[in-house]
């Protein structure tokens, strides 16, 4: 199994500033035949269901604000939100989707505001 | 618009079994998969299996082979997961997502608004 481990678990933040997520995938997810990662970030917000925000490590999904960014290659991966608003208030999840047998995800990181 | 909609919260005894369905609508649903995930109260996401709309192929977690069975009706456009034999820790939402229809599985771009599953005596 790849397993997903991110850090830190949470996050303190102020408004404005700059939060990045770290995420770290036991086995590279990234696939040599089409030179894609996969590695996606979710945001989850209390009582919704996880919000797709970047896949294939760095490309941002239609409607999300591109203060929001992603980077990294083969096991290391961050989720970068360069100016913090209120709204970003969330867990964020990693997750690779390299695997054919098990999707695994990160245990997730709590952003706070400061 | 595309969306996911799931049924209803559920609350099932010790031993029993559960079926949570998940239609789909605003796009070709035989041209993608479902891929079943679930969140116990308070913790993190767990993959549960996928599911091929468009021929029935499956893939399971292995911690959960043996227990559940996910199909689909592409009739009504809708897939459904089974969970049997029902244990306290299986007390979760319960969410469908839309995923790739084989091979590699894609990124979850559509979500559904997940099913709260109680496990109780």
């Known amino acids: 199994d790849i397993v997903m481990t991110q850090s830190p678990d949470s996050l303190a933040v102020s408004l404005g500033e700059r939060a990045t997520i770290n995420c770290k995938s036991s086995q590279s997810v990234l696939y040599s035949s089409n030179n894609k990662n996969y590695l996606a970030w979710y945001q989850q917000k209390p009582g919704q269901p996880p919000k797709l925000l970047i896949y294939?490590?760095?490309t941002r999904e239609s409607g999300v604000p591109d203060r929001f960014s992603g980077s990294g290659s083969g096991t290391d991966f961050t989720l970068t939100i360069s100016s913090l608003q209120a709204e970003d208030v969330a867990v964020y999840y990693c997750?690779?989707?390299?695997?054919?047998?098990?999707?695994?995800f990160g245990q997730g990181t709590r952003l706070e505001i400061k | 618009q595309v969306q996911l909609v799931q049924s209803g919260a559920e609350v099932k005894k010790p031993g029993a079994s559960v079926k949570v369905s998940c239609k789909a609508s605003?796009?070709?649903?035989?041209?993608?998969?479902i891929s079943w995930v679930r969140q116990a109260p308070g913790q993190g996401l767990e993959w549960m299996g996928w599911i091929s709309a468009y021929n029935g192929n499956t893939n399971y977690a292995q911690k959960l082979q043996g227990r559940v069975t996910m199909t689909t009706d592409t009739s009504t456009s809708t897939a459904y997961m089974e969970l049997r034999s029902l244990r306290s820790d299986d007390t979760a939402v319960y969410y469908c997502?839309?995923?790739?229809?084989?091979?590699?599985?894609?990124?979850?771009?559509?979500w559904g608004q997940g099913t709260m599953v109680t496990v109780s005596s």
């Open positions: 294939w490590a760095s």
């Open positions: 997750q690779q989707y390299y695997s054919t047998l098990l999707v695994t």
């Open positions: 605003g796009y070709t649903f035989t041209s993608y998969g």
């Open positions: 997502a839309r995923d790739s229809v084989g091979g590699h599985h894609d990124a979850f771009d559509i």
